[in-house]
């Protein structure tokens, strides 16, 4: 997805901080180019995108791979020239998962799509978010998101009859 006019942005620990990754930042913290990143998660896998990978190949056996033969259809029509055995045992037992991580993590392009940019439009949040969330008492994000306190209603304390006391 990252290309010279797009940038990804990641949101940190607690959502306060935000950083954005650009072609370098790929670079320096996966070793590979943004366009190999389908491959790259084809083998060490996504856990937050639930893609399996090759159990057993991790983020740098990954891009070592990448970097030797580049694409994931290489890797097995070369499986002979991986030099370590454990490596190529690992990938000749999970390719089948190997090949459902790619399919996965590739971005179709080519789907034909048609919609009105002006019914995309953002008008501001509906007054049922904000109903919604006072009824659940979250009052950080209605200030947050509306910019006003709420008026948050207290749940109703269940009434006490004769017969609950004798509960006690």
Known sequence: ?????????????GLSNVKIYDKSEVEKKLDISPSE??????LAGDPSDNYPGAAGIGPKTAAKLIHQFKYIENIYKNISEVE???VK???LREKENVYLSKRLATILTDVEISLDLKKLEFKGFSKNLMDFLGEY???????RIFNKSADIKKPEESKKTSDQIGLF
Not at 1 to 13: G, N
Not at 37 to 42: F, G, L, P, R
């Open 84 to 86: 370590s055995d454990k």
């Open 1 to 13: 997805m990252i290309t010279e006019k797009v940038f990804v942005a990641s949101p940190q620990l």
């Open 137 to 143: 008492q979250m009052t950080s994000l209605i200030k």
């Open 89 to 91: 045992e690992i990938l």
């Open 37 to 42: 990143i389908i491959e790259y998660k084809a």
